[in-house]
């Protein structure tokens, strides 16, 4: 199979006006740490650094496994987590959004946050938030599809969950000083809102409870909560279900704004061409679905760029690569070098659309997604040409 690099693959283009007034906020992915849920899910010690590393090539011309520049580090010490902040900073990235994970019976993944950022001497230099993962949690970590997908933690909590959630977030997480807000506002996002309905059992009682969620913050001293919602189309997770008419929805729980999580989640993917997929086409799509869609949101919507996608280190290694399968078998974004990235971010960047918005923000996916292939952070084949592509824009 022939994967010579396609014509997007070209230097990054440095406008002459740099977006020195764009926030850059990067999703952190907290995977890479032992957890006791680890343990008695998978094994004791695992993480998924343990798939990353073991990662066979599938087809052809596939770059597996991708080896991390800084070796497969414990992100919940606080001096890992130091060198991930002065890399960042570094780079034009201002903010961390977490991945936060928090079920019925307590939280999941924690430690990259609790004891790696908020423990790490230089946490100043960068922002944090929080996305509540809300998603059900299946048994993906080396998965065969012919085999049953074992749900491990449901999504759906109760109003009394929500209440211990928000009052935990308020006294650990927004008072911190280097949480991100938005004119003043501590920023929390909530994955999958469908499941935040489930968890309510209607939109009209999904909006109370995020007014409790305001008025607490307002109570806290605050000028008020900005929620904000992944908005996507396709599921890449099991389980996952998209609401029909997301601006409806958008507008009776008056969120704040929306953003993305990945490209994949608006059809990035192509699977005609499988196992691979150009990432320029994976570019082309989201800014296409941006510009029909998602742009015409009744609150502002904050756009996404997309490092990479390939989840296959999460399939088991017996697992034929024949044709797409759920939820581990995906084509892979091709040709998605640095000068590649670079280039479709400085298209977001100058696009009429991202300059109108009131508060010009881009989220990336992804700081660290090991396991899904995309990722900020510096690996073997490309240093740090990813987050240079990013300074070069910034700077």
Not at 237 to 261: F, H, I, M, R, V
């Amino acid at each position: 199979m022939n994967h010579e690099p396609s014509s997007a693959a070209r230097p990054v283009h440095v406008p002459s006006q740099p977006f020195s007034d764009v926030t850059i906020a990067a999703y952190y992915y907290p995977c890479l740490h032992p957890h006791e849920r680890w343990d008695s899910q998978k094994y004791p010690g695992f993480t998924e650094w343990d798939l990353v590393n073991t990662a066979p090539s599938r087809f052809p011309g596939h770059v597996q496994p991708r080896v991390p520049l800084w070796g497969c580090e414990d992100d919940s010490k606080p001096e890992v987590m130091a060198r991930k902040i002065d890399a960042a900073a570094d780079h034009g990235v201002q903010v961390f959004i977490f991945d936060w994970y928090h079920y019925d019976d307590g939280p999941f993944l924690e430690h990259a946050l609790d004891k790696g950022f908020m423990q790490a001497p230089n946490n100043q230099r960068i922002k944090f938030a929080l996305m509540w993962a809300n998603h059900d949690w299946y048994g993906i970590q080396g998965y065969d599809p012919r085999e049953e997908c074992k749900l491990w933690y449901p999504g759906k909590i109760t109003p009394a969950t929500w209440d211990k959630i928000t009052t935990l977030i308020l006294e650990k997480y927004f008072n911190h000083p280097s949480y991100w807000k938005i004119d003043g506002c501590p920023y929390f996002s909530i994955y999958d809102i469908q499941v935040f309905l489930e968890s309510f059992g209607s939109v009209a009682s999904a909006r109370a409870a995020l007014e409790d969620f305001r008025r607490k913050t307002t109570t806290a001293g605050f000028p008020g909560l900005h929620v904000n919602s992944i908005i996507w189309g396709q599921p890449n997770l099991p389980g996952g279900t998209t609401p029909a008419d997301w601006p409806n929805l958008c507008q009776e729980l008056k969120l704040d704004s929306g953003t993305g999580y990945t490209w994949v989640h608006h059809g990035a993917l192509d699977s005609s061409t499988f196992p691979i997929t150009e990432y320029t086409r994976g570019r082309d799509r989201y800014l296409q679905v941006w510009k029909e869609s998602l742009s015409k949101m009744p609150m502002p919507y904050f756009p996404n760029t997309t490092v990479a996608w390939d989840n296959s280190p999460r399939a088991a290694h017996s697992v034929p690569w024949t044709e797409p399968a759920p939820h581990v078998v995906n084509p892979v974004l091709i040709h998605n070098t640095p000068q590649a990235f670079g280039e479709a971010t400085r298209m977001i960047l100058e696009s009429e659309t991202f300059q109108k918005l009131p508060h010009k923000i881009l989220t990336v996916n992804a700081w660290n997604e090991w396991p899904e292939g995309s990722c900020l952070e510096p690996d073997t084949q490309h240093g740090y040409g990813y987050l240079e592509a990013l300074r070069d824009l910034a700077s």
